[in-house]
């Protein structure tokens, strides 16, 4: 597995996490680190959406 996949599958695993807080306690754990929809927490929730259109690639490679 490549360092990005790995990145990747990380920051989905944090969002996976972070939508589960939300769901099971309404408890959002990076806009209470960063701030509600501080730049920093935007930039997070980028990197997550972007992971996760990655991690896509990991479902249909063949490694």
Do not use: C, Q
């Not at 680190?33 to 959406?49: D, Q």
Request: hydrophobic share 60%.
């Amino acid at each position: 597995m490549k360092a990005i996949d790995v990145i990747a599958l990380i920051l989905v695993i944090i969002g996976a996490i972070n939508w589960g807080l939300i769901g099971i306690f309404n408890f959002n754990l990076v806009d209470t680190l960063f701030g509600v929809m501080s730049t920093f927490s935007r930039i997070i929730y980028t990197l997550v959406g972007i992971s996760g259109l990655w991690s896509l690639k990991l479902l249909f490679s063949r490694d």
